[in-house]
């Protein structure tokens, strides 16, 4: 069974630093392509960033590019979002989810999610 399990999130100050965490199981020893999306109150689901399955090659949305970073650590069956300068907009529930292919993940287009979490809120607020 494949789960996928986020943590990290919480209330920050604007300005400050989070770092997700999303650690996956069920996929026996294979590895995938991963992203991170968001969902704010009343908006759609945002990709914002993807990683291929070994992790050389990574993708932004324009919204987060400079500012967050995704990595992962495989032998941890794990990938991370580092998240600087965060901004009262960044504030939403944020999924980490396996996408069906890796071009999808780099870009964010044509996106179609096979697996995703249950999510971390992530409250950006002074």
């Known amino acids: 069974q494949v789960q996928l399990v986020e943590s990290g999130g919480g209330l920050v100050q604007p300005g400050g630093s989070l770092k997700l965490s999303c650690v996956y199981s069920?996929?026996?020893?294979?590895?995938?392509?991963m992203i991170w999306v968001r969902q704010a109150p009343e908006k759609e689901l945002e990709w914002i960033a993807g990683i291929t399955n070994g992790g050389a090659s990574e993708g932004y949305s324009d919204s987060v590019k400079g500012r967050f970073t995704i990595s992962r650590d495989n032998a941890k069956n794990t990938v991370y979002l580092r998240m600087n300068r965060l901004r009262p907009e960044d504030s939403a529930v944020y999924y980490c989810a396996r996408p069906r292919t890796t071009d999808s993940a780099l870009t964010g287009q044509k996106l179609e999610i096979l697996h995703r979490g249950q999510g971390t809120q992530v409250t950006v607020s002074s």
């Open positions: 069920g996929f026996g020893r294979s590895h995938f392509p």
